[in-house]
């Protein structure tokens, strides 16, 4: 799997050398493909993003709890994007109910 494009920006932000944050990257989808297997899968590149950021905070010498650091963003951009798929589901939910009501009470006046 190819680097993902954000990772210069965060070995940046995290004050890691460039090829260290490549060597977390790699060893992070690594341990990611021993989970989850499928190689192609949205899990796995969760996973390896997770893993990653956690690997750079530990290189960093951050502690997750105290300081900036990126973890609270890729949260943040996880829970925006499952937001609109959310979204789409409860619009589809009820457009079904809605259609079923309206075809039920056809067969009612029929």
């Known amino acids: 799997m190819k680097a993902p494009k954000l990772l210069p920006w965060i070995a940046k932000r995290a004050g890691v050398?460039?090829?260290?944050?490549?060597?977390?990257?790699?060893?992070?989808?690594?341990e990611a493909a021993m989970i989850v297997g499928n190689h192609d899968s949205s899990d796995f590149f969760r996973l390896s993003i997770?893993?990653?950021?956690?690997?750079?905070?530990?290189?960093?010498?951050?502690?997750p709890l105290t300081g900036s650091n990126v973890t609270w963003m890729w949260r943040h951009q996880a829970r925006i994007a499952s937001l609109s798929l959310t979204a789409a589901e409860s619009t589809y939910r009820l457009w079904?109910?809605?259609?079923?009501?309206?075809?039920?009470?056809?067969?009612?006046?029929a």
Do not use: D, Y
């Open 96 to 109: 079904r109910n809605n259609w079923e009501n309206f075809v039920s009470n056809q067969k009612k006046a």
């Open 17 to 30: 050398h460039e090829a260290v944050a490549l060597k977390l990257w790699r060893r992070a989808t690594g």
């Open 50 to 63: 997770e893993r990653f950021i956690s690997l750079v905070e530990t290189e960093a010498g951050r502690c």
